[in-house]
Every structure is written in C-alpha cells, then in structure tokens.
C-alpha cells in the first residue's frame, strides 16, 4: 500500500480518538514540547498516539489513552531527519544502519546510495531500497547522479538517465541525487541534463555538490535545477548559495565538519532556509558523539538558537523535500518523536518511530533483524576483482627531484596542493622510507581487472617524526571505490592488497608481510551485515591501531581520510586509478612538476 494511501475507515478512527470517542493506544504526559511551527515550548504539555500516528498534541487535548507513559518534564521534539547521508559510510546495512541512528533520536533519513551504485549499479541500489524496507525508521533515496563521477576513474557500473528512468517514479524516491560534476553541468553534457529533466518533470529534487563555484557559474548551476547543497565550506559560500535558491545543508560528520564555519552566516532571516545533515557516519563515530543531535548540538553551541537548531533538523527538512507527513509533532501526521533531557546536550532520552518506541537511553529497544537473504545480497558480494599485482607495480618515480604532493587537512575535505624537493634513488625512484611523513599512494582498479593502478604521494596522514614501517588498505575510497592503500614501502602495499582480494573487500593494516588488524566488508566491499555495536568496536580497534602502531595523526581518521583521497570532485589533488588528479584543472598530472602533463586516459 502507498505512503500515502488513507481509507476512509481510518481518518473515522483518527477523528473519534482526537474527540475522546475512542481510546487512543499511547499517551505521552508530563513533557515540554517543542513546536516547530510557532518556534516556542509548550510547557506540561501531552501527545497521544494512534496507529502510528499523531491524534493530538499540547496542552488542552480532549483524548484519552490505554497506555500512558510519564515523561518526566523531558524535552519531546518531531524525530530527527538526516537531510544528506551515504548509509554505505556506516559500512552498514540499511537495517543495521537504522539501529546505529535511532537510538540517537534519528527516524528519517534521505540517503544517496552512491557509494554502492559506483560498484554494482542499480542491482546496488536495488539492493539498498529492498534493505530499507525491514529497516525500524523511515528511509528515503536519492537516485544517485554521477557514476562514474568523473570520466578520470574506473567505476563497477555506470548509470544513464535511461537506468535511472526505471526508479524516478518510485515513491520512496525524493529526487537526484549530488549533481558532483559541475563541470559537466556546465558544459552541458547531454546525459546529466536528460537526468536533471526527467527528475525535474517527476516533480521532484535535484541535490547539489558545488565545492567553490561561485559566480555565473553558480548560477547556471542552478539553472540546472539544483535547489541544495551541502558542500558549503565559507559562510560565503552559504551566502551566495541562499541568494540563487538553495537550500543550504549544514553538515557534521565524521569526514567533514562545516557547521562552525557556517554558522556566522546563519541568520533569524535565513533560518528557515538551512537544514543539518550528516553526508557521513561511522559507526564508532555515531555511538562517541550522537547522529544528527550531535549535529544539533554543535549548531546550538556554534550560537544558533536551539529551537532553531531543531526546526534545521526537522520541519525545515521535510519541507523542502516534500515531506508532508514529517518534521512537526501535529494531529494527522507520523508519529515519530525524540525525547531529549535539554536543549544544550541534547542528550537523547527515548526514541518513537510510528508511534513505537524503539531506543530508550541509548540503546535499541527491539530485536536484532536477521542477516539479509543470501540470494537477496548475492548481486552485491564477491566485487573485488584485480589483476596479480607485483612489488615493481607500486614504484613512483620523479627525475627532477621535485614532487607534486597531497597535503591533508583535518576536519576538511579539500585537501592542499603541495610540491616538495624528494630524495630518490637510482633512476628517480621515490624511496618514501628517506622521507619522513610521506606515504606512497596507490589507487587499484578492482571491478574488472584493467590492471589500472594510479600513485602519488601524501604528507600529513602521518604524526611528525613517526615512522609509518608499513601499509594501510581499503576498498572504500570516494567515488568508485577502488582499491586505495597507503604505505612507505612497497611489499607491505602489495601485501595489503592481497589481503584485501582474500576477504573479498574490507580494510587491512600490514607491517613486514603480518596483518596487524582488519576489518571485512563482504558487501560490495562497503558494508557488512554483521551487528552496528560489534562492527564499531572491529573499528575502533583497527583506529586504534593505526594511530598507536603506526602513527597516523590523532587529529584524522584514517579509514575517512584515506576514502577520500580518490575523490576527485574535491579540490584540490586527487589519486584515481588512472593517476595523479588536479580537480582544479580537471586533468591527470604528473607527479614530477617539471614533466610534461600526461593525457588523460580514455
């Protein structure tokens, strides 16, 4: 039955339980509720439920309940709602991925499943849909835009708007997801303006990607249809984004944190145009810190008012993308509720999803799912496939002694454009064990065995005055996952690939030929099906390992820092497989400054 599809029969039964004919099945008393709408508290106030639904809400309500629970003074809030999320960086299913974030006050997320969709196209995201039916809140997608993301990467898959055509129309399916190429918007590539047509006459969204545009060609971007983004790094950047149109989506989480920067810019008048998202959430990160309260939290302690704060996560977020039935705690609509202890912490306390309590103090309150069937997930398994590689593959060379170099900034995305005198040895082969600080990198093509492999070099993954004396691999690395391992010398990358190939995708750290820690990630190469708690504590203890054994710097996360490294939508350098990348100039370089530029590879 649709979303959406009300008989008759229960709009009676709603009107009898609000006239007090009828008893409704819960009744919350004794709370302090937040009104989204008029932006103030309603103090003692009660709201009753019934099939999921609100009946009524505030202090002068007329029905009556079988059940009521006492919420003792506590905050209640319409649930949470993730604006932007990539249930993929969990490394989650979407049904353990829900009992990662509801016990966090989230019920209602609006995930682009980009990451699977790189590696198996719309069986991944076919994948992904089916998944989130069994999931314990309310899961929403945006078809994603760009796979591949750039024509500088090889992907498992590739969508036109012609595949993409066979999902538009599905109710669970809000719109496009991150238009990342601007440069092909702007140039009018043909097959992104059939996407960007097709979901605008669906009558629905078209999500933004736009790191430093500015300009006209912000605003052709627009003319594209695009209404939001959540790339924004400046207040500027939100400023001029709000005065074209968009809806400007602040994020916190676990790879980029702008809400600081973007808070200064965040007004009474523009309030309403700002909503919070996470884009991505680690599970070890999720259960420190929160999910999207955590999110809240930061933009009420960066000076937004929390009331504010609230409606940025709910009401502000259902509007914009056309959800009726979400975001404000009314008669008629979900009965999706966060209960907080205040508005400082917002620490959560108890979690609704439809009228059904499923956390209580943090912690899930129903019982874990089962795996996934197995024929179910047999089309997102087994995806890692390279070509025998040897040690002599990994070797990077420079013969004029200079290097173009990754520069990495905590807490940031965009990475620095450095270039450095390297030592080298005979022939100019890099030797990154007489250069303190920088890595090798390698991005290996693992989807169908081309045998492509692109290298550069990155400083700042590792601690001052540390000697790295090993590898750390992965094959979630942004957009099309590929390979991606990191290391200072090139048997331990070789063997960290291996490893890799052996459990069929995961991470991996190796020191002399030993794996030191792993985790697998059968799934795609992305997620596991194992438990949320459990697959949390496999990476902490891989973090931990490479921050102690191996001195990675305490300011990054490894496994998130080096996922981003091929993202070459990003400025400003960039690994794919095809080599070294410069997303300003959008074209391959040479890791040697004073070589010729190498053509792109077709």
Avoid at 152 to 167: H, K, N
Avoid at 247 to 256: D, F, K, W
Avoid at 362 to 373: G, K, L, R, Y
Avoid at 450 to 471: C, M, P, T, Y
């Amino acid at each position: 039955m649709p979303r959406n599809f009300v008989l008759p029969e229960m709009l009676h039964r709603r009107i009898d339980c609000a006239m007090g004919r009828r008893p409704c099945e819960l009744r919350l008393r004794n709370l302090r509720m937040i009104d989204v709408v008029n932006g103030v508290v309603l103090d003692n106030a009660e709201i009753f439920i019934d099939n999921g639904v609100i009946i009524d809400a505030g202090c002068e309500c007329k029905a009556n309940a079988r059940q009521t629970i006492d919420l003792e003074g506590a905050f209640a809030a319409p649930g949470l709602i993730d604006a932007h999320v990539h249930i993929e960086s969990s490394m989650l299913t979407p049904v353990r991925f829900a009992r990662l974030v509801a016990p966090f006050g989230t019920t209602t997320i609006i995930a682009d499943p980009h990451e699977i969709a790189n590696v198996a196209g719309l069986e991944g995201i076919r994948f992904m849909m089916r998944e989130a039916l069994r999931a314990e809140i309310t899961m929403y997608f945006m078809l994603s835009s760009c796979v591949p993301a750039t024509p500088f990467e090889t992907s498992g898959a590739v969508l036109t708007a012609e595949d993409l055509a066979e999902l538009i129309n599905d109710e669970r399916v809000l719109g496009l997801a991150e238009l990342m190429n601007v440069p092909g918007v702007l140039a009018c590539d043909s097959d992104l303006l059939k996407k960007a047509s097709m979901t605008l006459s669906a009558g629905k969204r078209i999500d933004g990607h736009s790191p430093l545009t500015s300009g006209a060609a912000l605003s052709a971007y627009a003319c594209a249809g695009v209404r939001s983004d959540h790339e924004c790094s400046t207040a500027q950047e939100l400023v001029d984004r709000l005065r074209r149109g968009f809806v400007v989506q602040m994020r916190e989480g676990s790879a980029g944190q702008n809400v600081s920067a973007l808070a200064p810019a965040a007004t009474p008048k523009n309030y309403r145009f700002l909503c919070l998202c996470t884009d991505d959430a680690s599970p070890d990160d999720v259960f420190a810190r929160g999910h999207v309260n955590n999110v809240v939290r930061k933009a009420a302690a960066c000076g937004i008012d929390p009331i504010e704060a609230v409606r940025m996560a709910t009401v502000n977020t259902a509007q914009h993308y056309g959800l009726t039935t979400k975001g404000i705690i009314a008669p008629g609509l979900d009965a999706d509720l966060v209960v907080f202890d205040n508005l400082a912490d917002f620490t959560v306390l108890r979690t609704f999803a439809k009228g059904r309590e499923v956390a209580r103090n943090q912690w899930m309150t129903t019982p874990e799912p089962e795996a996934a069937d197995a024929a179910q997930k047999s089309c997102v398994t087994g995806r890692v496939n390279i070509k025998d590689l040897r040690e002599e593959d990994f070797v990077l060379r420079t013969h004029s002694g200079k290097a173009r170099v990754i520069g990495l900034v905590p807490g940031d995305l965009v990475t620095r454009r450095i270039v450095c005198d390297v030592p080298t040895a005979a022939e100019g082969v890099i030797d990154c064990r007489r250069c303190p600080g920088l890595l090798k990198i390698a991005v290996i093509e693992r989807h169908h065995a081309s045998g492509n492999i692109g290298l550069g070099l990155v400083k700042g993954f590792v601690e001052e005055g540390r000697a790295f004396d090993g590898a750390i691999a992965s094959t979630i690395a942004h957009d099309s996952h590929n390979i991606v391992v990191l290391g200072d010398n090139d048997a331990d990358m070789l063997a960290a690939v291996n490893e890799i190939k052996r459990m069929k995708g995961g991470l991996v750290l190796v020191r002399k030929g030993s794996v030191v820690s792993s985790l697998p990630l059968e799934i795609g190469g992305l997620m596991t099906d194992a438990d949320a708690l459990g697959t949390a504590r496999r990476k902490q203890s891989f973090i931990a390992a490479a921050h102690d054994a191996f001195g990675v710097a305490r300011n990054l996360d490894p496994v998130m820092a080096m996922s981003f490294l091929p993202l070459a939508v990003i400025a400003h350098l960039r690994v794919t497989d095809k080599g070294l990348f410069d997303s300003d100039a959008f074209r391959i370089v040479d890791i040697d400054p004073q070589a010729e530029n190498p053509s792109a590879q077709s």
